[in-house]
Each structure stands twice: as C-alpha cells, then as structure tokens.
C-alpha cells in the first residue's frame, strides 16, 4: 500500500513539472525561447508597442522599452514641419537622441529584437543610440518596424552598412501582420 502511494505521488509530480513545461511560450519552431530573447522597442506614439508585445508573447521574449531621455512632443514629431526636432534629426545622419538609460543590460541575452516607427523610411537615429551604447557582438539582432506605409526594407540595409560586425536578420513591416504571419517569419530566422 505504502509503494502504491509512493508511486501515484510520483506519477502526480511528473504530470505537473510536465504541465509547466508545456505552458512556457513557445515560438514558431515550438522551441522555447524563455530567458534568452529581449524586445527593445522605441515607440513615439505606441503603435511599435503593441507590436512589440505581440512578439514577447509570441517568443516568451522581456520587454524593453528605449526611451529617450527627453521624450518626443507632438510638435516634435510633425513631419510636415522642417524645423520640428525630429525632421532635424533625420536630417543629421549622425544625430544620436540621447537614451533616458544610456546602457541597457544585455548579458543575459542572445536575441535581442529591436523595434520602431519607420521615420522618413529608415529608423528615427536614437535606434542608432541605442546600438552603439550597447553591447550586441556576438548577439542576434532582429528588426521589425511599423509605418504608414513605407516597408521596412530601406532601414535594413541602412544596419546593414552602418553595422557589418553585427549579426542582423531579416526584419519584418508589422502593419497589419496576423500571429501566423509573426510565426513564420520567426521560423524563417530560426526562432
Ligand atoms: C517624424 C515621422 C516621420 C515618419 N515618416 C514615415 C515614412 O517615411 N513612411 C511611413 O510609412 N510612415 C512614416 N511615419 C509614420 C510612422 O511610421 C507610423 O505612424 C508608426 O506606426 C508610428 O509608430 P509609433 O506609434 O510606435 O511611434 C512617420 C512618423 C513620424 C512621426
């Protein structure tokens, strides 16, 4: 009697350390990400929020959020102004917005998504900040943006040519994009 009790509270314990297993987030290839992916967004408006938290949810992913360290007013993001700070900035190449947190921890990470508004189709220039803050050697950096239209494809190959040390995937344009779309993508870059 005494084993047969011994062997059901076995039976118990394995069906629930099995049951945890299965509820961690999984990816697009099922594997679980959970410790190792970080999604950095910056986002003026929080559209790339949302976005970014459908990818966290999707991959098991933490989120950060790149702020700068003077936020962006409505006035300063009127495009249609030439004079307004961030037509400024695009202007400037090499303007680097200052971050609210000039270094973010990134150790933990092996993946690590970066997020934002496309700005006059490419990346507002703190993404720019950001990357050269921190330490991303060695890590896999994804992007995905999300725009009024423009596509994602100018502001990859802009990382491209500003950062070739770095490891950057395919980024994905997250305007109107279903779960299954974010899946595939995540399994076309080996998540
Ligand atoms: C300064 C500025 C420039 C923009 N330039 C473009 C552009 O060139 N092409 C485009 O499709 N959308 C452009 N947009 C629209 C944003 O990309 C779009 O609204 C985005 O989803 C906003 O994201 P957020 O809410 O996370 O800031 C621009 C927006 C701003 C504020």
């Keep these: 009697m005494k084993k047969l009790t ?14 945890s297993c299965s509820s961690k987030k999984q990816s697009g290839t099922g594997e679980t990400n959970e410790g190792k992916v970080l999604v950095c967004y910056f986002s003026a408006t929080g559209t790339t929020e949302k ?5 966290a949810e999707l991959t098991g992913g ?5 702020e700068p360290k003077v936020p962006y007013t409505e006035a300063d993001l009127n495009w249609r102004d030439s004079l307004s700070r961030s037509s400024v900035e695009m202007r400037n190449k090499s303007s680097r917005p200052e971050l609210k947190d000039s270094l973010t921890d990134l150790s933990e990470y092996s993946v690590v998504f970066i997020g934002y508004p496309n700005w006059w189709n490419t990346h507002p220039t703190i993404i720019n900040t950001f990357i050269e803050n921190n330490d991303l050697k060695g890590k896999t950096i994804v992007p995905f943006m999300t725009s009024g239209g423009s596509n994602i494809l ?8 500003s950062y ?5 995937t395919k980024g994905l344009l997250m305007n109107d994009v279903s779960d299954d779309d974010i899946k595939s993508w995540l399994k076309e870059i080996g998540m």
């Design 6 to 19: 011994l062997i059901i509270g076995a039976l118990v314990a394995m069906t629930v350390v099995c049951l």
């Design 51 to 55: 976005a970014a938290q459908r990818i």
């Design 62 to 66: 933490k989120l950060h959020n790149i």
């Design 154 to 161: 100018n502001s990859e190959k802009e990382l491209h040519e």
């Design 164 to 168: 070739p040390t770095l490891t950057i």
